[in-house]
């Protein structure tokens, strides 16, 4: 009998069932007997030996449901080797309850923390694989992650709601989108939506006077509104120059919830424009995941199922080129895939007069 664990860790997005989903099918079509056990609310499950006993059927239906069956939790990487409030020791107690339970593969799905912790798991020998999860679209090593282009889907439609209510009343709106570190949800909501007319991203350090020209010229060119798509980690460049230490002892005591209103005051100060904020937040996670999203998660876990059957452990099952592929963990874990300012993608936004505030 072969037995498998999965858990879902980090931030939620649609795709997580789908992804699960495809690996069951593809398991439990080609294994005679199969054992699936789910960790609950990810990491935690493993560390404090919390699981269900699930069969197939459990993963039937659930294609187009958002959200994880299993639930997740954030367990930061940096805390994985220090001991709980009751002393245990975290890593050792997740290799227990693989090895009591006689586990032949652990499958793992999540971001780059969780990526991390699972890399630990197979330096620690344990047969590990990774789904790539997260709607920033930062793991390295990997063309698309899952949960993308369904963030992407419901960031556009705010822009594309924003653009009713500016024209109407001729403002300037801001819509924060998530993305603490990486720009990709931000940039292809902005380029996708064809509405965006000036993008910030944490790749690009921001000069708020050029942003403030950008919408003058607008103005001047009889342009009655302006719509910013502006990251979540977007930075000026006066920030950019400070150390990490520095940075984070500003944002701690900063009187704005985030940089969108501070951006926000700013043009009004210097334009004397009306300024609005939308923030669709965790919307950017939730629903249905697209058809797009159904089809990469279907066939990512059917190339899990056959990389766990062939017995192709410790590595990251990977879209590159259209094409699924197992990455060594080893190579990848630790790494951010991050927008490059001088990519193909940037230059092009800025040919058909986006503004990227540099």
């Known amino acids: 009998m072969m037995k498998i664990g999965m858990l879902t860790s980090g931030g939620d997005c649609q795709a997580l069932n789908a992804a699960m989903r495809g690996v069951v099918k593809g398991l439990t079509t080609n294994v005679d007997e199969l054992e699936i056990y789910g960790f609950e609310n990810g990491y935690k499950g493993l560390i404090y030996e919390q699981y269900r006993i699930l069969t197939a059927s459990d993963f039937s239906g659930i294609l187009t449901r958002g959200g994880t069956i299993l639930g997740s939790s954030r367990q930061p990487f940096k805390q994985m080797r220090v001991p709980d409030e009751n002393g245990l020791d975290k890593v050792e107690a997740m290799k227990s309850t693989y090895r009591k339970l006689g586990l032949d593969c652990l499958v793992i799905l999540g971001g780059n923390g969780t990526q991390k912790t699972a890399n630990l798991l197979r330096e620690e020998g344990l047969n590990i694989i990774h789904l790539p999860k997260t709607i920033d679209n930062d793991i390295y090593g990997t063309d698309v992650t899952f949960g993308f282009q ?83 980690g977007a930075i000026s460049k006066d920030d950019a120059q400070l150390t990490k230490k520095q940075y984070k002892a500003k944002v701690a005591s900063r009187r704005y919830p985030s940089v969108s209103y501070e951006i926000a005051d700013q043009i009004q100060e210097k334009c004397g424009v009306e300024v609005r904020v939308a923030v669709p937040g965790h919307t950017q996670r939730g629903g249905s995941p697209c058809p797009y999203d159904r089809v990469l998660c279907t066939r990512l876990g059917s190339a899990a199922a056959k990389a766990i059957m062939d017995g192709k452990f410790g590595c990251m099952i990977a879209m590159i080129n259209n094409k699924t592929k197992c990455v060594p963990l080893g190579e990848v874990a630790g790494k951010l895939k991050t927008v490059d300012p001088d990519s193909q993608m940037i230059q092009e936004a800025k040919r058909i007069g986006i503004s990227f505030g540099d």
């Open 150 to 232: 369904s963030a992407v889907n419901i960031a556009t439609n705010a822009i594309d709601c924003i653009h009713t209510t500016a024209s109407s009343h001729g403002r300037v709106f801001i819509v924060e989108i998530m993305g603490h570190k990486v720009g990709s949800l931000t940039l292809h909501a902005g380029v996708v939506a064809g509405g965006a007319d000036i993008i910030l991203l944490p790749e690009i350090p921001y000069d708020i006077d050029k942003v403030v020209d950008a919408i003058h010229k607008r103005t001047k060119d009889g342009k009655g509104f302006t719509i910013l798509a502006v990251a979540e």
